[in-house]
């Protein structure tokens, strides 16, 4: 089973400075193991709008090599 997470990331910028924001984790989770298989760093601003795309990514079981193709159409969808 895979578990999509958010993870909040404080990230520096020279033109913006430093910023909050907000990275989507992927973990394999086999009994009570869990493995990192992918991180994508710095996709969204808003947690809330991070903690609804990670909803919607577990909630549809969402393999992990669809991933950019999910997060693009959130950000093109702005949603």
């Known amino acids: 089973m895979y578990e999509y997470c958010v993870e909040k990331e404080v990230l520096y910028n ?3 400075g430093r910023y ?5 984790g992927v973990y394999l989770v086999k009994e009570k193991s869990r493995k990192r298989l992918e991180y994508v760093s710095d996709v969204f601003l808003s947690e809330k709008d991070a903690l609804s795309f990670v909803r ?7 393999e992990p090599v669809h991933l950019p ?5 959130a950000l093109l969808s702005g949603k």
Do not use: F, K, R, T
Request: glycine share 4%.
């Open 69 to 73: 193709e999910a997060i693009e159409e």
């Open 56 to 62: 919607l990514c577990n909630s549809l079981d969402l």
């Open 20 to 24: 909050v924001s907000y990275g989507i």
């Open 14 to 16: 020279y033109q913006l």
